[in-house]
C-alpha cells in the first residue's frame, strides 16, 4: 500500500518561503519508475496542478508559479519536496502530494493514482 505523508505547510506572509515535502513509502517497485507531482485546492475551487516531476528529473510547471516554485525528488530518500518563494495570498491552498507508475511531467489529476492527505498553506497580505 503506497503511503505519501506531506509536511512543512504554515501560515506566512506575502513574500515568504516555505518547504513542503512529502515522504512516500509502501512501493513495490522500484521508485525509477514513480512520478511524482503536487497540486492545491482553495476553498471553492477544484484541485490543480503545481508542479510535476518524472522519472528523468524532468520538471512542469503551472505557469501562475513558474519562477517562484521549485520540485525536486531524492529518490535515495523517497521524499519529494516543493520549495515555494515569494509567495501570495492566491498560494493559499490545501496542498498535496501525488505520484504514478511511469514517466510523464504531464499535471493531470486523473493521471495520479496515490494521494496524500493534505498540508495547509495559508499566506496572509
Known amino acids: 500500500q503506497v503511503q505519501l505523508v506531506e509536511s512543512g505547510g504554515g501560515s506566512v506572509q506575502t513574500g515568504g518561503s516555505l518547504r513542503l515535502s512529502c515522504a512516500a513509502s509502501?512501493?513495490?517497485?522500484?521508485?525509477?519508475?514513480?512520478?511524482m507531482g503536487w497540486f492545491r485546492q482553495a476553498p471553492g475551487k477544484e484541485r490543480e496542478g503545481v508542479a510535476a516531476?518524472?522519472?528523468?528529473?524532468?520538471?512542469n510547471y503551472a505557469d501562475s508559479v513558474k519562477g517562484r516554485f521549485t520540485i525536486s525528488h531524492d529518490r535515495a530518500k523517497n521524499t519529494l519536496y516543493l520549495q515555494m518563494s515569494s509567495l501570495k495570498p492566491e498560494d493559499t491552498a490545501l496542498y498535496y502530494c501525488?505520484?504514478?507508475?511511469?514517466?510523464?511531467?504531464?499535471?493531470?489529476?486523473?493521471?495520479?493514482?496515490?494521494w496524500g492527505q493534505g498540508t495547509q498553506v495559508t499566506v496572509s497580505s
Open positions: 516531476i518524472d522519472c528523468d528529473g524532468n520538471t
Open positions: 509502501g512501493y513495490t517497485y522500484s521508485s525509477f519508475y514513480i512520478s
Open positions: 501525488a505520484a504514478r507508475t511511469g514517466c510523464s511531467s504531464r499535471l493531470r489529476t486523473t493521471d495520479f493514482r496515490y
